[in-house]
């Protein structure tokens, strides 16, 4: 996130804060309103769980073990190939570099 991003996320969060502390209702509210944030949590755990739950039923189902050995094995030839390649143009380099001696 860029530096804007953050402070226009900070203005907005300030500005709702202080609107929130300006709006102060009678002192019946303040006692229902741990009764209504303890629901509102509970709620929230409950559609995290059930998010969460459903990720990782996902991430089972598309879990593949042969696409995953393929990944690794592409991997390790692709870094070995990476890798000499590398070598032969540093020593083409080397050889343009210092010429004929």
């Known amino acids: 996130m860029g530096t804007r991003h953050l402070l226009a996320l900070f203005l907005v969060l300030l500005v709702l804060g202080s609107g929130v502390q300006g709006t102060h209702g009678p002192e019946e509210d303040e006692a229902a ?34 696409v995953d050995e393929k990944i690794r094995d592409m991997y390790s030839k692709g870094t070995a190939a990476v890798t000499i390649y590398a070598g032969i143009l540093t020593d083409q380099l080397f050889s343009m570099l210092k010429g004929d001696q």
């Open 33 to 66: 309103s741990p009764a209504l944030l303890a629901q509102m949590q509970e709620s929230l755990y409950g559609y995290w769980d059930t998010a969460k739950a459903a990720a990782q039923g996902l991430y089972k189902k598309t879990y593949l073990t042969t």
